[in-house]
Structures are given as structure tokens and as C-alpha cells.
């Protein structure tokens, strides 16, 4: 865990209370992104925000992985012979977006969640559900399978974790006092 990134992050949380969420979903959302903070995209993409055509803002180009349905063509360039359903991991390069400060950052995100992820913004106080509505509806959060399941058994851990209440205790309570807590 990258700590010094981690609490920065923590540190600045205030977009999320005047958006109604529990802060845990989003970090454990980014902590899966960014592999414990410690692959953040430039200096603030914690959520691995593409970055749409219309994104006038900083990119960056990111090597990265897809999960994509299996096909003849996809299974005879990966040698496989497989008969059922299955995926396969493609690597590849993406643009992807970066902020200029963690303010900017918590707001696309918040806003993104808002617009294309109906399910995960209705239910942003309640992290499992909060996860599950990244792969319900017309967008999909990841095309991994088994997104969902890797960031509830990690909320599962983390809320349990020590180190992680030390850091992010704190400003859950002044997230509270602010009026973003349940």
C-alpha cells in the first residue's frame, strides 16, 4: 500500500459527502484501480477514468487489459482450444483521463457515477451494492468478470484492516460531521 498516496486521497473526500456516498465504496474502487495506490493514472486518476472524445482535459496513455468473450478468431491467435464459453485477457493501450488537483478528480468521478451508473449512484451508501451496480445496466466499470466479487472480498478485508481504519477513520468522522454519512 502506497500510504502517502492513500492518504491524500483520504485526506480530501469532500466531493463525496455532498454526493451522498459512504466513503468506503469509492476507496475501495480506487484501491482496486490503482492496485493499493500504488498505480495511480498521472497524478489523480484513482478509478481508471477513459477519457471520452469530448474530454478536453489532460491524457495519458496507459497500457492495459480487456477481458474479452471468446471467438474463433481471438482463440486461434491465443492458441487456445477451449470448447465452452470463456474469455481471454487482450492487452492494449487506452487514453485514459488526469486531473488537476484531487478536487477536479473526486467531481468527474462523482459525476460519472452519477450520469452512467444509475444502479451504483442509488445505492453509493452501501458499498456491496454500490460495486455491483459498476457491472449492471448499459456501461460496464470493467469487462473483468469477476470485478465485483474482487472489490467486495477486498471491502470484506479492509474494513477490518487496522492500518486502513487508522487512516481513513479520521476522515470518515469529519466526512460525517459534514453531512456526507448516512
Excluded at 112 to 137: C, I, K, S
Aim: net charge positive; glycine share 8%; hydrophobic share 40%.
Amino acid at each position: 500500500m502506497n500510504w502517502q498516496i492513500a492518504e491524500l486521497y483520504a485526506h480530501d473526500m469532500s466531493p463525496l459527502s455532498r454526493g451522498g456516498f459512504d466513503p468506503w465504496g469509492p476507496w475501495i474502487h480506487a484501491i482496486e484501480e490503482t492496485g493499493y495506490f500504488n498505480h495511480v493514472i498521472g497524478k489523480f486518476n484513482f478509478w481508471g477514468l477513459k477519457a471520452p472524445k469530448w474530454w478536453q482535459g489532460k491524457r495519458v496513455e496507459v497500457m492495459t487489459s480487456e477481458f474479452l468473450s471468446s471467438n474463433l478468431e481471438l482463440c486461434e491467435k491465443n492458441n487456445c482450444l477451449r470448447k465452452e464459453a470463456h474469455f481471454h485477457r487482450v492487452p492494449g493501450k487506452a487514453l485514459f483521463m488526469d486531473f488537476d488537483d484531487m478536487g477536479h478528480a473526486f467531481r468527474i468521478y462523482v459525476n460519472r457515477v452519477t450520469r452512467l451508473y444509475p444502479d451504483a449512484f442509488a445505492n453509493r451508501r452501501f458499498p456491496v451494492l454500490f460495486f455491483e451496480g459498476f457491472q449492471n445496466g448499459k456501461w460496464k466499470w470493467s469487462t473483468n468478470q469477476n470485478y465485483v466479487h474482487a472489490m467486495t472480498t477486498l471491502y470484506n478485508q479492509l474494513v477490518k484492516d487496522k492500518e486502513h481504519l487508522e487512516v481513513l477513520l479520521p476522515r470518515i468522522k469529519e466526512f460525517i460531521e459534514i453531512g456526507g454519512g448516512a
